[in-house]
């Protein structure tokens, strides 16, 4: 008859409690990202229901304000716009317009990404679009951008309008005098003859992905103990 006894060797051992480790933590973490992600869903699904909240010319907390419907009143300021290149409606190349807005009650701006139009005449002819005069009311989703620090094709600033790949408040803000909030205003509302178009895609929900990464981790942690036990049993002869 055979026995069965179970001894483990010193470097199996090790390797495998060490890559264990990280099979866990990988899967805690990607549990924690759909964690919170799940929250922000529901906050910003919680936001929704309570109505547009009015931004005035006192800087706001972006993290707080990040998705939430706000609405805005003031005049806009077309001469310092900036258009964002490489936007795609449809496959259609064009830009994002973006103007800021002064805020009635003070000299904040907030930017305000009134929408897409393409490339009516090639780019070598900025695409032009009217702004509204005089006071108005603005409202629409605020939105935190993020910037990468690496681009494929530099950002052309030569005259207002600028032409940029990307949107960087920090160096919107350096070009002018005046404070600028930490968010952009993504428009919903506005003259439905202007050209633009304002199809605004709401947060993706990743929350069904992470967690199906957590349990491939988590598995393979299992896969790997079960592996570790059956390779350190040995078999001998019984007397």
Excluded: C
């Excluded at 800087?59 to 998705?67: A, E, G, N, S, W």
């Amino acid at each position: 008859m055979q026995s069965l006894r179970f001894q483990p060797r010193i470097i199996p051992t090790l390797a495998t409690i060490g890559t264990l480790m990280l099979f866990v933590s990988l899967g805690l973490w990607q549990s924690g990202k759909g964690e919170r992600l799940a929250a922000e869903l529901a906050q910003h699904a919680a936001r929704a229901q309570l109505g547009p909240l009015s931004v005035g010319a006192t800087l706001v907390d972006p993290q707080q304000l990040r998705d939430a419907p706000i609405t805005v009143r003031g005049r806009y300021e077309p001469e310092q716009g900036v258009l964002l290149d490489n936007r795609q409606e449809n496959g259609v190349p064009g830009v994002h317009v973006l103007t800021p807005l002064k805020i009635e009650g003070g000299e904040t701006r907030i930017l305000v990404n009134r929408g897409w139009i393409g490339w009516g005449q090639g780019r070598k002819t900025l695409p032009q679009v009217a702004t509204p005069q005089g006071l108005v009311q603005v409202s629409g989703i605020a939105a935190v951008p993020q910037v990468k620090n690496f681009l494929l094709m530099p950002q052309r600033a030569e005259a207002w309008p600028q032409l940029w790949m990307q949107l960087d408040l920090k160096r919107f803000e350096k070009q002018v005098s005046y404070p600028v909030q930490p968010v952009i205003l993504l428009q919903d509302n506005g003259d439905a003859t202007d050209g633009l178009v304002r199809n605004w895609q709401p947060p993706e929900d990743r929350v069904a992905k992470h967690q199906s990464y957590a349990l491939q981790w988590f598995g393979m942690a299992v896969a790997l103990l079960v592996f570790y036990g059956y390779a350190s049993v040995k078999r001998r002869a019984s007397a």
